[in-house]
């Protein structure tokens, strides 16, 4: 995919598609499946013909460099919106709706606020509540466009000609998953989404025209990043899916993949564990998932039990454990740092009490094992380093600690954030050289193959070891399937003890309702992490929609903290 590093730009690499495939199919929405009305598609030259008659609205409002805030649903309109922004030389800001709860929209004002944005796209669907928080949220001076509807300003229908960029244009602001008011904005050139789309396409193995396809919400880099642009940037097609549907129906994905024939399909663990846990037989009967090439499982820790239970699961219906994609990735770097495709999973058993002090060890016989995921190679994307996180110096080859990164991908900065840009972005080795990020990431490079144990931030030390929150996690829904899928595990300091020390606090949603049976699960909880982790903890069961997520259904560890110790949850049990 070396075409796509010599273009000048992503608009131009896409006006380029739209000559070579004006009349194929580029991306399409798929309300349902029960008949030829539920999807709505667009050709390459149609896809065009939108974006331009957004860019020339985009022009009429503002210059080449100022930020649009994009607030869609999924659906053909963001897809025009954003490639239209790309046209008009502005830089797209992505962000979810305005949800119904306050934090929601405090983080999306936080956002909105620190982008400096003077437009506001959406779609008619979404028009009138985009118009009411900006009201309440004194955002007024914003201007406010719905793009699927008629222009009432301007009969330009014609944006004419792209803007010129270069590879150094911030094209994209992502904003990262941090708390409401640290919202920040990671800096995306066209240099770092060309050559990350370059190197994605390069690790899943694709080739152009690809058929692409998921429900990942398209404000969220893997939904943007690894499920929309590359199949465009190759000539492909992408499907989309509301999330929402997924989530209350999770066959409907699989039937989308089987139906248009996807073969490139990606989604956090959690996803493929609630198909394997909640799709019925008679949902998939007559399934085939024989074309699906790459299973793309990312934007969380990646649990080995999972893939083998899909993997299981649906080796009936032409599931291929080879499709399983592993894959490694941040908004920091646009999307994509290593994977692999047209293999089996490599799961690594590791000795867990040694992981604990920091060693990465061959589980030995009679001892407690993790068992860790490959998530790929690097190969020539990046140049990788392991680094201890406090001196600064490169681990030996079976060490283990934070990944650091270099290469073309990696985005210049946080927007207007000089000195955690520099901090996360142009950090120095102990010998000096210079130009590292660190992506606050545990992990290992061994063979080249990436394996990451959890995050610098995420770590729980009790007693001078080291815990994994997702492993605490994982193991309690493994012990106690009644659980589901929804907890955080965290750490707090204790007032007897060292001012590192920590003692464990497991939060988790539960439906149960009946006050003897949550008190014997809550128990049986407790005695499960002192069991199989040594330590005793603090259980806090909570109704269902309690643990915070962030878009893309990572938990947010770090808020459930703070709102534990401001005593803001309430626990139907607690021990």
Not at 275 to 297: F, M, P
Not at 429 to 455: K, M, N, Q
């Amino acid at each position: 995919m070396d075409e796509l590093t010599r273009a000048t730009s992503v608009a131009a690499l896409l006006r380029r598609r739209v000559r070579e495939e004006r009349d194929e199919l580029a991306v399409a929405h798929v309300a349902h499946l029960d008949g030829p009305d539920g999807v709505s598609s667009w050709t390459y030259g149609r896809l065009d013909e939108e974006a331009r008659a957004v860019a020339a609205r985009l022009r009429q409002r503002n210059s080449p460099g100022d930020r649009v805030l994009l607030l869609y649903p999924v659906g053909l309109p963001f897809v025009a919106a954003f490639i239209g922004c790309l046209y008009a030389g502005v830089i797209a800001v992505p962000a979810p709706e305005p949800g119904q709860y306050s934090q929601q929209r405090r983080r999306l004002r936080a956002i909105a606020t620190d982008a400096d944005v003077r437009t506001v796209l959406t779609d008619a669907s979404a028009h009138e509540a985009v118009l009411t928080w900006c009201a309440e949220d004194r955002l007024d001076h914003l201007q406010v466009i719905a793009t699927d509807l008629p222009d009432q300003d301007s009969g330009i229908l014609d944006g004419g000609d792209a803007v010129e960029t270069d590879h150094g244009t911030v094209v994209l602001l992502q904003y990262t998953s941090g708390s409401t008011g640290d919202a920040k904005g990671v800096m995306i050139t066209n240099g770092n989404m060309l050559h990350n789309g370059a190197a994605y396409l390069r690790g899943m193995g694709q080739q152009p025209g690809y058929r692409s396809g998921g429900w990942l919400p398209l404000y969220h880099d893997m939904g943007l990043s690894a499920q929309l642009l590359p199949a465009l940037m190759a000539g492909g097609s992408c499907h989309l899916m509301q999330p929402m549907t997924f989530v209350r129906r999770p066959h409907l994905w699989l039937r989308m993949i089987d139906t248009f024939g996807i073969q490139v399909s990606h989604a956090p663990n959690f996803a493929y564990e609630l198909c394997q846990r909640k799709i019925k037989d008679e949902q998939v009967a007559g399934l085939d998932l024989s074309r699906w090439e790459y299973a793309g499982n990312g934007s969380e820790p990646v649990q080995a039990s999972v893939l083998t239970a899909f993997a299981k699961r649906f080796a009936d219906h032409g599931f291929r454990e080879t499709a399983l994609g592993p894959s490694y990735g941040m908004a920091e770097t646009v999307v994509y740092v290593s994977g692999a495709s047209g293999r089996r999973p490599v799961v690594r058993s590791v000795d867990a009490e040694l992981l604990e002090q920091g060693e990465f060890a061959p589980a030995r016989l009679g001892r407690q094992a993790r068992h860790l995921v490959g998530c790929g190679p690097v190969e020539d994307a990046y140049d990788v380093r392991v680094v201890d996180p406090v001196t600064r110096r490169t681990m030996p080859p079976d060490g283990l600690g934070e990944i650091w990164l270099r290469g073309p991908s990696v985005s210049p900065g946080y927007w207007r954030r000089k000195e955690s840009s520099r901090e996360t972005f142009d950090a120095q080795l102990a010998d000096g050289d210079g130009g590292w990020l660190r992506t606050g990431d545990l992990g290992i490079v061994i063979e080249g193959e990436v394996f990451v144990s959890g995050r610098i931030k995420d770590l729980l030390i009790v007693r001078g070891r080291n815990l994994y929150p997702h492993d605490i996690e994982n193991e309690l829904r493994l012990q106690h399937p009644e659980l589901g899928q929804v907890g955080a595990a965290f750490g707090v300091s204790s007032t007897e003890a060292e001012p590192a020390e920590e003692r464990v606090v497991v939060t988790h949603e539960v439906r149960e309702n009946d006050a003897d049976r949550l008190a014997a699960l809550g128990k049986a909880m407790k005695l499960t992490v002192a069991r199989e982790f040594g330590t005793e903890s603090t259980v806090a069961l909570l109704r269902p929609g309690s643990v915070l997520r962030t878009t893309s259904g990572k938990v947010r560890r770090g808020e459930m903290r703070r709102l534990y110790l401001a005593g803001e949850l309430a626990p139907v049990w607690q021990g």
